[in-house]
């Protein structure tokens, strides 16, 4: 038997009455189903299903597609957390609606937690999919739109999802990301790795290496298994978020991790994300004083290739 809902999750999560009616559903059908809560009308004349994602409905019923971090985090992909909901819409669009009423117009206190811009010129401002743009266009919003660290941990998180089989980007995509970016940001491309497996440790990367402090991603210890990072020939760091390093077996498993380094005449450094963006001149210094270490004794052959070596660090004195 035929399913209304079903017909309105496989025809794009956001359909038009006329293709619901064209699909044999009687206006009594879907008045009967808005009535009984079975589906959700979105704006006028068009519908969804209850399930649907709260940001999707909200940016469908504004007028416009998911963009920038909001269309990222609907794709599963690391994003940096927002307050706001991150939407694109036609530059000639109109009647435009509150996120939460499709009666009334987008009023100037919307902004408070909503991000519109007008810049979706995808056909008839929709293209493929009505209610979110692609990877790549929101990841050229986001470059338009954000600061260095948060455009790069993006890119670095598409670029790993994708190496994950997820959704995300391939090194050929940022060619035609870049190339509708502002010229400003056109330096940032060159500092996009991919590697990182979280966006705190891109952030770590790009504040480490602005310290003068080398920084290798995902090094591979035998025994060990993969690394956030490798600072110095036997020095690596670990960057803890509550995530994923909160509960009793992933307490243990980092401290085990941690001893067989040290079985290795190693050290492991472990940052938690607090410590990165609170007192990250403590970070700065435990680093520098462990590759002074690092370096003032033979590199361990038990350890992956290091090809950088740490500058002389002169400590000040008086």
């Known amino acids: 038997m035929r399913s209304l809902t079903r017909d309105i999750v496989d025809h794009g999560l956001f359909v038009k009455r006329a293709a619901l009616r064209a699909r044999g559903w009687s206006d009594g059908s879907l008045r009967g189903a808005v009535s009984r809560g079975t589906i959700v009308r979105v704006r006028t004349g068009w519908y969804s299903v209850p399930s649907a994602p709260q940001p999707a409905v909200e940016a469908f019923r504004i007028g416009g597609r998911l963009t920038g971090l909001s269309c990222l985090t609907s794709y599963g992909i690391w994003t940096p957390a927002t307050g706001k909901l991150h939407v694109s819409v036609p530059s000639a669009a109109r009647g435009l609606r509150r996120p939460t009423d499709m009666r009334a117009r987008l009023d100037v206190l919307d902004g408070v937690r909503c991000r519109v811009t007008w810049s979706d010129e995808a056909i008839d401002g929709r293209g493929d999919c009505v209610w979110r743009t692609g990877v790549r266009e929101a990841l050229v919003h986001i470059l338009n739109n954000h600061d260095r660290v948060t455009a790069i941990v993006c890119l670095d998180a598409a670029l790993h999802s994708a190496q994950e089989n997820g959704v995300g980007i391939v090194l050929d995509d940022l060619d035609w990301i870049f ?73 243990e498993a980092d401290r085990e991790r941690d001893l067989l380094v040290a079985s290795k005449n190693g050290r492991t450094l472990r940052f938690s994300y607090a410590l990165l963006r609170k007192q990250w001149g403590l ?31 002169r400590r000040r004195t008086g």
């Open 179 to 251: 190339a509708r970016a502002p010229l400003r940001v056109q330096p940032w491309r060159h500092e996009v790795d991919g590697r990182a497996a979280a966006g705190g440790e891109t952030e770590f990367r790009l504040k480490a290496l602005a310290a003068g402090i080398p920084f290798v991603p995902q090094p591979f210890v035998t025994g060990v298994g993969r690394l956030d990072g490798q600072i110095g020939p036997s020095t690596f760091v670990e960057i803890d978020g509550k995530d994923w390093h909160d509960d009793s077996l992933a307490f």
């Open 283 to 313: 970070c700065v210094r435990a680093m520098v004083t462990a590759l002074e270490f690092d370096y003032r004794r033979e590199p361990s052959t038990a350890f992956p290739h290091f090809p950088e070596r740490m500058p002389r660090v």
